[in-house]
């Protein structure tokens, strides 16, 4: 993670030990990132903090487990915290999905109509099987041009 100045010149980089951000987001002088291995990550950006961090003064990473049978995938849960509960039939207004090979990735992406159909669609890796469909209760573009999970998500049987 790298920060920039107003004219390009980079201030600091840090590396988060949890993979590369592919989402991030700031509120009340705290960075939370998404990594590429499914952690959530809570930066201290304060200026207190960032000056600290420059004399060498780093906090210790604390990990923090959330429960493991959590049945509603929410952008703060991590993928091994993503639990599933299987249905016969997609509910009515919920979202079909379905996990393919693409080029030699799992990727998840969306089955149900009126949606982009080469868009790939955000998803908890723990839980991805070649094959296996998903009912969601929603889906959000986002800017990237992909589609994120709103809601819970339930394996069709």
Sequence with gaps: MY??????RRLWKLGTGSGSALSMQYL????YLVTTDGSLVCVDASEAAIAAAQQGS????VDVKSAAALPVFTPAASAAAVSTVSVAAA???????ECVHQGGRMRVQVVSGGYEPSWNVQFPRGIREPGARYVVDGLHAASGGFYRVCGEIRRLV
């Design 3 to 8: 920060c920039f100045d107003a004219d390009g």
């Design 28 to 31: 009340d002088e705290r960075l």
């Design 58 to 61: 780093v906090p210790t990473a």
């Design 91 to 97: 509910p009515a207004g919920g979202i079909v999905v």
